[in-house]
């Protein structure tokens, strides 16, 4: 008995140390309490994923694009294709298959697919991608494909003009006036309004003003309670301000997961929870350049900022 209520305080303190639910209730009497002690992360383990785009579609379900590492990778140029996830609690995920490949697309070369995004937009489902143009890797530009359902596959319909030559990472943002928006770059972040066809910029790139000089790839950009928080990885984590406006200023407001040190993100609110999506190389046998998806409870604070976050093995639970 005694060995048994050991344990029990041992487990309850090992969670509490380990979790990033600061809002979880602690029970009055733990001799009574059953912990079950789940390892949800990394949510996808049968292939490589990373970059993953969360979005809460029209059907209700949370699907997920992500980018994919070969198991042999020692680098991420033979990244040759996107996956398509989805899912109602979390934790047991469908996979769709890959939705879009490097040899679909008619100036690009093989490989070289690297974080997407997307949006449910003209009755349809865009993925947006970074990709390298024949002959010249160096040469990205913002592909842009399409489809009737979530799951794709995804037609190529052609890519953003304008923005050709960038490095990008974009993210694609619509406000709640239906004005989308485009975030991308590397080392200076940038963003412009985008026209309703989704393949041509509606003004000139404008430099964003962050409030901080960290920037370095996989710009996010989301809206909470009439607040917008532009996000970005620094290379050695998350990072993110607020601001009124997608244009800004935003006001720099440190970490988000300051300990992973390649951080590229999503955001979404699910029956009534925020998470945070993100890939991490550390479990599943993972490496620098095989990567995994995992999802983290998020919690904003009174003022809106939000709580850091660690990456745990626990990750979040099944929604029941
Ligand atoms: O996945 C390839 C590249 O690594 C992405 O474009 C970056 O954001 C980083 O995750």
Sequence with gaps: MKIKYILICAITVLLSCKTNKKEAKTEENPKEQVIEVTENNPVIRHVRTADPSAHIWKDGKVWMYTSG??????????????????????????DHGQILHSKDIPWGVPGWMWAPTAIYKNNKYYLLYPHSVKGNKDDMRCGVAVSDVPEGPFKYVGWIKGVEGQWLDPCVFEDDDGKTYLYWGVREPKMALLKDNLLELAETPRSIAYGAKNFFE???????????????????????????SPYGPFEYKGAINPKQRQDHHSIVEYKGQHYFFYHWQGWNGGSKFRRNTCIEYLYYNEDGTIQEIYATKEGVQKIK
Excluded at 72 to 91: I, P
């Design 69 to 94: 590492d070969a198991e042999d990778a020692v680098n991420y140029n033979t990244m040759d294709g996107y996956r398509a996830f989805s899912s109602t609690d979390m934790v047991n995920w469908t």
């Design 218 to 244: 996989a710009s996010y950009m989301h809206k909470y309670n009439g607040k917008y928080y532009y996000s970005y990885n620094a290379g050695l984590g998350g990072f993110y301000a607020m601001g009124d």
